[in-house]
């Protein structure tokens, strides 16, 4: 029996505070993107991007762990970190899939697909400890999905409440 306890206390290669610190962080950045989504009132708010963005950090950081295990480090095994990108991609454009619908004519969910696949990119940034990356890749988010759509209100206004089903002001 002590040795199955033995086994949840493993130890990890990185830091305990630096783990937390990377997964607090994706969930933070993660919701900042889902604010501006939850706040538009779009599918897939602010929950669904901060878990995005927390489990693509979680699983950054499982493959670094992966790597520095023991166990691993033989050379019947290859431990390719790559893979992990490709899996995050492949599961959260799975999701996202299913948030993009074509109605009427008109293609829906697209900006909040491409919002949650952005969520998994910058998880993967925290978890794998490129923090600058994942900041600016926010903030960058944060000018495309805020400051452009008052852009695009200009350039063609009324578009997004025709598009939402409402007549525009001033319009038959």
């Not at 599918?43 to 669904?48: N, S």
């Not at 499982?62 to 691993?72: L, M």
């Amino acid at each position: 029996m002590p040795s199955l306890f033995a086994e949840f206390g493993h130890e990890t290669w990185l830091p305990f505070p630096a783990i937390a610190a990377r997964l607090v962080l994706a969930a933070l950045l993660g919701a900042i993107i889902g604010f501006e989504r939850e706040w538009r009132q779009r599918p897939a708010g602010l929950r669904t991007h901060m878990l995005v963005c927390l489990a693509a950090a979680l699983i950054a950081i499982v493959t670094i762990e992966i790597t520095h295990v023991a166990y691993f480090q033989d050379d019947s095994v290859q431990v390719d970190p790559i893979r992990l990108v490709e899996a995050v991609t492949a599961g959260v454009a799975f999701l996202a899939a299913g948030l993009i619908i074509f109605a009427k004519g008109e293609v829906h969910g697209l900006t909040t697909g491409a919002g949650m696949w952005l969520a998994s990119a910058i998880g993967l940034c925290c978890g794998l400890g490129f923090w600058q990356i994942g900041l600016f890749g926010t903030a960058l988010a944060v000018v495309v999905l805020g400051l452009l759509q008052q852009v695009s209100d200009r350039i063609a206004p009324g578009a997004r409440d025709k598009a939402q089903g409402e007549t525009p002001a001033g319009c038959d």
